[in-house]
């Protein structure tokens, strides 16, 4: 009699072992699914964000390229812009050094006359 409630209680451990096992594979199957669940949505969530990313990125680098474009244009049109600038102040000078070695007297009289009307002008306006 105590031989067979030995071997009743090992039976009974041991179905209860094998219930555990079977509980434990089965929470370990639960839990690798979940996971598994988790980390493809990670991943697809993962390659969203990078996509976004990329598209940001190449709108930035559009907007760049647009802006130096734009720079480069306005350079190049301030650098013209002085170039003639230059070239008329050059040609202006040129013509009045030409002037006044073929017109000396008129020269002198003019640049007098361009005295008196600034200094005029400048002595109105202090008494302001």
């Known amino acids: 009699m105590a031989t067979s409630k030995i071997e009743d209680a090992k039976e009974m451990i041991d179905e209860g ?3 555990a ?3 434990i594979r089965a929470v370990a199957r639960d839990v690798e699914d979940r996971y598994q669940k988790v980390a ?3 991943r697809r969530e993962a ?5 976004r990313a990329r ?3 190449d ?3 559009e907007q760049m390229e647009v802006a130096r474009d734009r720079m480069d244009h306005t350079v190049e049109t301030l650098r013209d812009g002085y170039e003639r600038m230059r070239s008329d102040i050059g040609d202006l000078s040129e013509d009045v050094n030409e002037y006044v070695r073929h017109n000396p007297a008129k020269a002198i009289l003019l640049s007098a006359l361009v005295g008196f009307v600034l200094g005029l002008i400048f002595r109105a306006g202090s008494r302001d």
């Open 59 to 61: 709108r930035a680098k």
């Open 21 to 23: 096992g079977k509980k």
């Open 47 to 51: 390659e969203r964000a990078a996509e």
């Open 17 to 19: 072992a094998r219930n």
């Open 55 to 57: 598209e940001q990125i």
């Open 40 to 42: 493809e949505e990670m």
